[in-house]
């Protein structure tokens, strides 16, 4: 007999994702759980860039000056083949930089967070398998010789590339296998380059080297010479590398981490099935060179985050929860091209691909429409979602990132649109005069009103009268005030349904 644990959310995986998405979901009042097979939190170091929009997501909830403190900043990319680097330093928002952070430390800092807003975290638990009954699902559970069933009102699979969740929802993972394997390492550089982020581009294949800033680095070599072997990487093996494509010795010593993996580029089929999702990496895995993986994850726990929540509390329709899948899906589909096309360019030897590669680069980094293009797109501030654009909005706003705003108050003080967000609510940011704007239930719970006049910003901001900011930074919707009562009538509608009433208390 299965134990029930009432109106609440099971997450397998305490990875990245799976840690943010509880943090989300226990902000908005929800209760979740997290079952983690391991018995430790993981010492892989894994991803270590954290991208500038990731670190406007951390700062929407108050955790970007964390990560910062504890990380190294980085402010370009220099690809050794042309001599502009990809330049950051001019990027529209407050971190104009890579946050170079192992991801064992990203995760501490979102797992004290989730804990913080009530989270359980079981470790040692495996989820294998889950079916849904009703409007339950009933989750396998192992735990040493131990096995029991629990039911939850959702299952959220943030269990990594060989997702378990993934399998018993019976979606496919599509894609494919690169043939040959990559190798990283975090090693002392005792005569390191003197770039904190560089491609190192050989006659085929290519090293990235990143420097933590603390005398480590993070090298990873791709070799399409290479084979797959099970054995360990030998220091050996990497300084005689290191020195092929650097033509000079770079010292490594001390290795605290190294591995030796396959690529796989693989997108699940599907993200939901009824109260069943993916997020992550059990939803998508690429080529790590574009240094995108566990920041597509964290933005899959936001996206998802406040949707599940306003569902899970019946406040929103259900159907909310498939513009989920509509918003993210295209965003990883683009990563995963991007960087299969960046992975063979660099891994081709043969002199069109190598004029093809120079003649990329040299554009990328010397067009400034080029350029400034590039470095949104790697930066994540590029990402818009289509399918939440308005014919009512001005161009350029629903559906768009909103940028870190800072509101002058009728008081004088200035507030910052990151700061509003904190309690992971919607913002209307109100320019108007006279009486407050008025919202319909159940948005009057929903949203904190920020009035005051916008400040100088790039894009349409301070021209619109009225910005509905959703939890996850994304503009709602943007016009005349008096229209913010029909336009938040009209989203409830778009979203499938009329708004369901009054929240439940957390979990009733
Ligand atoms: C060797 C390696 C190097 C990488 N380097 C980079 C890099 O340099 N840059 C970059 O951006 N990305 C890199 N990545 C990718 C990046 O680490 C991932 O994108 C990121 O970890 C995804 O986070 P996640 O939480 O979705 O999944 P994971 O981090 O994989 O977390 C999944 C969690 O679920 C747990 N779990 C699995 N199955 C179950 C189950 N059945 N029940 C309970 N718990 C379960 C796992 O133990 C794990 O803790 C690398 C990946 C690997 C493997």
Not at 159 to 177: H, I, L, N, P, Q
């Amino acid at each position: 007999m299965a134990s029930t644990r009432g109106e609440h959310v099971l997450i397998a995986g305490a990875g990245p994702t799976g840690l943010c998405l509880a943090g989300e979901l226990a902000l908005a009042g929800v209760r979740c759980t997290v079952v983690e097979r391991r018995t430790h939190r993981s010492r892989e170091s894994r991803a270590l860039g954290l991208q500038a929009r990731t670190m406007e997501l951390l700062d929407q909830r108050g955790l970007a000056d964390t990560v910062l403190a504890r990380g190294n900043v980085v402010p370009r990319l220099r690809v050794s083949v042309v001599d502009s680097p990809l330049d950051l330093g001019r990027l529209p928002s407050r971190y104009r930089h890579v946050t170079v952070l192992p991801q064992g430390e990203t995760e501490e800092v979102l797992e004290a967070r989730a804990r913080e807003l009530g989270v359980t975290i079981e470790r040692g638990v495996t989820l294998t398998g889950c079916t849904q009954e009703g409007d339950e699902v009933v989750c396998r559970l192992e735990s040493g010789d131990r096995r029991w069933e629990e039911r939850a009102a959702w299952v959220v699979g943030c269990d990594g590339a060989k997702s378990r969740v993934r399998e018993a929802m019976g979606v496919g993972f599509a894609g494919e296998t690169y043939p040959f394997p990559i190798v990283v390492a975090d090693v002392r550089l005792g005569a390191p380059p003197p770039e904190g982020l560089l491609v190192q581009v050989g006659r085929a294949g290519a090293v990235v080297c990143v420097a933590f800033g603390d005398g480590w680095h993070r090298v990873a070599l791709v070799d399409p010479a290479g084979r797959w072997s099970e054995r360990p990487v030998e220091l050996g093996e990497l300084r005689t590398a290191l020195t092929g494509f650097f033509g000079r010795d770079l010292a490594p010593g001390e290795p605290r981490w190294t591995s030796r993996f396959r690529l796989h580029e693989r997108q699940a089929t599907a993200y939901r099935r009824g109260r069943v999702l993916l997020a992550g990496d059990a939803a998508h895995v690429h080529s790590p060179l574009g240094g995108q993986g566990l920041n597509l994850g964290l933005a899959d726990a936001v996206n998802l985050g406040w949707k599940l929540a306003a569902v899970a509390r019946g406040t929103l329709p259900e159907s909310l929860l498939d513009t989920y899948e509509e918003e993210r899906y295209p965003v990883a589909a683009g990563v995963i091209a991007a960087t299969d096309r960046a992975t063979r360019l660099l891994t081709s030897g043969a002199p069109p691909a190598r004029l093809a590669r120079w003649a990329g680069l040299s554009a990328v980094t010397g067009v400034p429409a080029l350029h400034r293009r590039a470095v949104r797109q790697f930066s994540g501030l590029a990402v818009a979602y289509r399918g939440a654009a308005d014919p009512h909005s001005p161009r350029g706003t629903a559906g768009h990132r909103v940028p870190d705003l800072s509101v002058r108050t009728a008081s004088g003080a200035d507030e910052h649109l990151h700061r509003a967000l904190r309690a992971g609510r919607f913002v209307l940011l109100d320019q108007g005069e006279g009486d407050p704007v008025e919202l319909p239930a159940p948005w009057d719970g929903l949203t904190t009103v920020v009035r005051g006049r916008i400040g100088a910003a790039e894009g349409p901001w301070p021209r619109c009268e009225a910005v509905l900011v959703r939890p996850d930074g994304y503009c709602a919707w943007a016009g005349p005030r008096e229209r913010a009562a029909a336009a938040v009538a009209a989203l409830s509608r778009r979203w499938g349904a009329a708004p369901t009433g009054a929240p439940k208390a957390a979990g009733d």
